[in-house]
Each structure stands twice: as structure tokens, then as C-alpha cells.
């Protein structure tokens, strides 16, 4: 065989032989990343599971940014609201952040109450509205958890992906039903997620490797979907997401993925 034929040869199986590496390698770094958020997730309590979320959105400087906050309703939220919430009169946002929606839905002429977990988002939120002229308000709201005085409102809406970041399906489903007092029949509930068409590989080797651990604490099982990037987040199906809302007894009324997963409900 000529030389020019052998170096040929041998160029293309170099390749190949790379890219038999570079595939292999990475499935054992998503399973070995699998396996490490599974036992996170195993050993990590509910005290700590919070206390992770507060300090990614401590340490990230975004969420207390005047120009994310002032940049106005991402598309999906502009087509829902506009479908949905034209008729609405006033609003309430929980888990608010630093008020991104709060000022956008109080100069599009709502009235807006906002309620945020975390003490210094809620802080800088509020101060942002008076820096702002706006009359809505940014108040603390214990983590999962609704106001104390009830107020009916004609829309709900449940900020940026927050409902995702609940911990468990239990803990989701009892936060809904909390809401009911604070709706009436024509208000309109707003919720946001992290979207997967289905459950993966991935999140099979995290249930089982985080239940593994759960099983010696007694503590409620993981469910598939579950994650930890660094802080606690649930990816739901289109299914999963509307299965909880009914067993809740809301009524769907729309569902729309746009990068996310995003529905509006009724009761």
C-alpha cells in the first residue's frame, strides 16, 4: 500500500478513535454528576435544601440588577398575560424577586402585591418600586407559604420558575390548595416550570441513588425530576405538571412551552 494511503488510513482512525473517547468520557461524567446529585440530594434536609437556594440567589448579583429588573415580561409571560390576565384589575406575584414582574405588570396599569422568600430580594424589590414611583410593594413571604390576610385577586401569578424549586409534590400540591382562598371563580393562576418532554436516564440513576440514602433518614422520597444545579429544582413533564393541578382541582385553561414550560389554571 503507498505511504499517502497508510498516513490516510491512519488520520481517519485517530479520529475515530478520539471520538470513541470523547463520548465514552462523557457518559461517565454525566453518570459520575448523576450520582453526585443523587447523594446530595439523599443526604442534604430540608433546612439545608433552603439554605442552598438563599445562597444562590444571595451570591447572584442578577436578581438585584435595576436593568434585569427594569427590562420588562419575558415572551411567554407577555402572551400569557395578555391572553389570560386582560381583564384582571389586581394581581398577586409570589416568590417576586427583586421585582421584575411587579413593575412591569404595575406600569401596564395593575395592581400589584408582590411577596419574595428571600429578605434581601424583597428588600431591594420594594426599594426599586419607590425608586420607581410604583405603588405595588414587595413584601417577605416565609418560603412556600401564602399571606396571612386573605385578598382576593383576579390573577395569581407564581414567579419565574419558583414553583419548580418547591421540594416535593406534597409540599406543591398543599401550597396550591392554599391559594384557593385568594382566588374567585374567573381569577386566573399563572405558574411557570422547568420543562422536559420526558424522564430521561438521568433522572432515573438520581431517584435511585438518592432514595438509597433517604431510606436510613426516613425521609420523603425523591421523585424523578428531581435536581440539584446547585440548588434544589424539579423538571416536570407537561403531564406531571398538569396531573398535579387537577388532582388540586384546578381547572387548565392553557399550556405553553417556550424554552420553559408554562401554565395558567382556574379553580
Not at 47 to 61: I, P, R, W
Not at 104 to 129: H, I, Q
Not at 226 to 248: A, G, I, K, S
Request: charged share 25%; glycine share 8%.
Amino acid at each position: 500500500m503507498n505511504w499517502y494511503k497508510i498516513v490516510a488510513r491512519f488520520s481517519h482512525l485517530s479520529f475515530y478513535c478520539l471520538e470513541k473517547v470523547y463520548v465514552a468520557v462523557r457518559k461517565t461524567v454525566s453518570f459520575m454528576q448523576a450520582v453526585q446529585t443523587g447523594f446530595w440530594l439523599g443526604v442534604m434536609g430540608e433546612k439545608s435544601l433552603d439554605y442552598s437556594d438563599e445562597l444562590v440567589y444571595n451570591q447572584t448579583k442578577k436578581y438585584r440588577d435595576d436593568q434585569y429588573n427594569l427590562s420588562g415580561l419575558y415572551e411567554w409571560e407577555k402572551q400569557m398575560i395578555g391572553k389570560h390576565f386582560a381583564g384582571c384589575r389586581n394581581i398577586m406575584v409570589i416568590a417576586a424577586g427583586g421585582g421584575r414582574e411587579v413593575v412591569a405588570l404595575s406600569k401596564m396599569g395593575y395592581e400589584v402585591d408582590g411577596f419574595e422568600c428571600n429578605a434581601a430580594l424583597a428588600d431591594y424589590g420594594d426599594e426599586l418600586l419607590k425608586r420607581q414611583g410604583i405603588r405595588g410593594s414587595v413584601r417577605f413571604l416565609e418560603r412556600n407559604t401564602v399571606p396571612e390576610e386573605i385578598k382576593q385577586y383576579d390573577g395569581i401569578i407564581i414567579g419565574w420558575g419558583a414553583y419548580s424549586f418547591i421540594d416535593g409534590s406534597g409540599k406543591r400540591m398543599k401550597f396550591l390548595k392554599d391559594l384557593y382562598p385568594f382566588m374567585h371563580k374567573d381569577s386566573s393562576l399563572l405558574l411557570s416550570v422547568l420543562y422536559e418532554k420526558q424522564k430521561n436516564k438521568t433522572d432515573r440513576i438520581i431517584k435511585n441513588v438518592s432514595n438509597f440514602f433517604r431510606f436510613f433518614s426516613g425521609r420523603e422520597k425523591t421523585e424523578s425530576g428531581d435536581r440539584l444545579v446547585p440548588d434544589y429544582m424539579h423538571y416536570f413533564t407537561e403531564e406531571e405538571l398538569r396531573n398535579e393541578l387537577t388532582q388540586c382541582n384546578y381547572r387548565i385553561k392553557d399550556f405553553l412551552v417556550l424554552g420553559d414550560g408554562c401554565i395558567v389554571a382556574g379553580i
